[in-house]
């Protein structure tokens, strides 16, 4: 399995924006979808984003579509969230994880490894 270590959460206002990073190591990165979660207290974890192996194909929540952008850096085993235009329903605790699935997968069965997840606050 692959380690996966999440940063740059925190506390921002409404319409602001943040990066979120999700760095990994232990297996080949690149080897790997890779998306990104949340899960809001008394909620669901749910899917946000994800991205191919290669960063070519991009798939997104509904919710997220135009404010938040998914991407990777194979060459630093790293994988990204751009949020813009942060809403306070977007306060989550957001988790990064990995498939061996090919691309699309958007369910959290289909991701076999997890970071420890990155609290996100929008304040109103």
């Known amino acids: 399995q692959v380690q996966l270590v999440e940063s740059g959460g925190g506390l921002v206002q409404a319409g602001g924006s943040l990066r979120l990073s999700c760095a990994a190591s232990?297996?080949?990165?690149?080897?790997?979808?890779m998306g990104w979660f949340r899960q809001a207290p008394g909620k669901e974890r749910e899917f946000v984003a994800a991205v191919s192996r290669s960063g070519g194909g991009t798939y997104y929540a509904d919710f997220v579509k135009g404010r938040f952008t998914i991407s990777r850096d194979n060459a630093k085993s790293t994988v990204y969230l751009q949020m813009n235009s942060l809403k306070p329903e977007d306060t989550a605790v957001y988790y990064c994880a990995a498939s061996q699935w090919p691309a699309g997968r958007t369910t959290k069965a289909d991701f076999g490894s997890w970071g420890q997840g990155t609290q996100v606050t929008v304040s109103s």
């Open positions: 232990g297996r080949t990165f690149s080897r790997y979808a």
